[in-house]
């Protein structure tokens, strides 16, 4: 009788170890991935891999409209974050009220990368849109919408959450116009009581200048409501610290 006594609690004690590296590695939080609103009717216009020339003109082109759009940004890709041209057009977006993301620094493949390396082009990029917009994003679109329990893990580290999209509008597959406009036309028939979150290129010509009025306007006739991405998904909170800008320094340089 008092061996069993003694010898149960060893034996739990022995699972429990065994088990324990295994089940902390489990538990390990991972961001949420979003791929589309929570509300019905609702589109979310997002638009990756600025800065470049046109992300002052998106802007224009939403404010003209009065809708709001998401603008998921690389710190070095196109052009780096830091030239003057990015820092104006970020801080001017940011002022109309649409909402700044993280698109990572050098727009890489995070799946082959370490997690160091993941953190590293994360955080970077957060420190670049807390000195050139004074914010750090809760929202990060990982390149190519490329993801994995690391990737996850390592926003989740962040706070971040992950945000992908439901309507690749192909833009950069070298579409035109014509042929882009009509995918959002596609969708919206296909899916008529669906969220749309579309996929843009802020540093396309096409997308800056030719597409968006006439989307913007087939989908109010279609009764969307357009919203950022945060609103999308529900989130009161796109960023997750809010200052201002900092002053240009040598350290605002790719
Ligand atoms: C994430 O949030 C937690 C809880 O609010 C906070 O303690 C931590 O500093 C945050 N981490 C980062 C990297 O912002
Ligand atoms: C869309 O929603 C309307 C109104 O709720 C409904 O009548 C219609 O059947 C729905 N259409 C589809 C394709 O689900």
Same mark, same amino acid.
């Given at each position: 009788m008092k061996l069993v006594v003694l010898a149960l609690p060893a034996f739990i004690s022995a699972l429990l170890s065994s088990a324990s590296p295994v089940h902390s590695h489990e538990k390990k939080a991972l961001a949420t991935v979003y791929?589309? @609103? *929570?509300?019905?009717k609702t589109v979310a216009l997002t638009f990756d891999?600025?800065?470049?020339?046109?992300e002052a003109d998106i802007v224009d082109a939403l404010d003209a409209a009065g809708v709001k759009g998401t603008f998921f940004l690389n710190?070095?890709?196109?052009? @780096? *974050?830091?030239e003057a041209i990015a820092v104006a057009a970020l801080q001017k977006a940011y002022k109309s009220g649409h909402q700044i993301a993280s698109h990572?620094?050098?727009?890489?493949?995070?799946?082959?990368?370490s997690a160091s390396q993941i953190t590293s082009e994360m955080q970077r990029t957060n420190t670049a849109l807390q000195k050139v917009v004074g914010v750090t994003p809760a929202f990060v679109r990982p390149p190519f919408g490329s993801t994995n329990n690391n990737v996850r893990t390592v926003a989740a580290s962040l706070n971040q959450t992950v945000a992908l999209w439901n309507?690749?509008?192909?833009?950069?597959?070298?579409?035109?116009a014509k042929q882009i406009i009509a995918a959002y036309d596609s969708f919206s028939r296909g899916n008529p009581n669906s969220s749309i979150v579309s996929l843009g290129h802020s540093p396309l010509d096409v997308t800056a200048h030719q597409v968006l009025p006439s989307v913007i306007s087939s989908l109010k006739q279609k009764g969307y409501t357009f919203v950022t991405f945060a609103e999308c998904v529900g989130s009161?909170?796109?960023?997750l610290t809010i200052a201002k800008p900092g002053t240009r320094d040598n350290t605002w340089r790719c």
């Amino acid at each position: 009788m008092k061996l069993v006594v003694l010898a149960l609690p060893a034996f739990i004690s022995a699972l429990l170890s065994s088990a324990s590296p295994v089940h902390s590695h489990e538990k390990k939080a991972l961001a949420t991935v979003y791929r589309q @609103c *929570i509300a019905p009717k609702t589109v979310a216009l997002t638009f990756d891999d600025g800065p470049f020339n046109y992300e002052a003109d998106i802007v224009d082109a939403l404010d003209a409209a009065g809708v709001k759009g998401t603008f998921f940004l690389n710190g070095k890709n196109y052009r @780096c *974050i830091y030239e003057a041209i990015a820092v104006a057009a970020l801080q001017k977006a940011y002022k109309s009220g649409h909402q700044i993301a993280s698109h990572t620094w050098a727009h890489l493949d995070l799946t082959e990368l370490s997690a160091s390396q993941i953190t590293s082009e994360m955080q970077r990029t957060n420190t670049a849109l807390q000195k050139v917009v004074g914010v750090t994003p809760a929202f990060v679109r990982p390149p190519f919408g490329s993801t994995n329990n690391n990737v996850r893990t390592v926003a989740a580290s962040l706070n971040q959450t992950v945000a992908l999209w439901n309507l690749d509008t192909e833009d950069w597959d070298g579409r035109s116009a014509k042929q882009i406009i009509a995918a959002y036309d596609s969708f919206s028939r296909g899916n008529p009581n669906s969220s749309i979150v579309s996929l843009g290129h802020s540093p396309l010509d096409v997308t800056a200048h030719q597409v968006l009025p006439s989307v913007i306007s087939s989908l109010k006739q279609k009764g969307y409501t357009f919203v950022t991405f945060a609103e999308c998904v529900g989130s009161n909170t796109p960023y997750l610290t809010i200052a201002k800008p900092g002053t240009r320094d040598n350290t605002w340089r790719c």
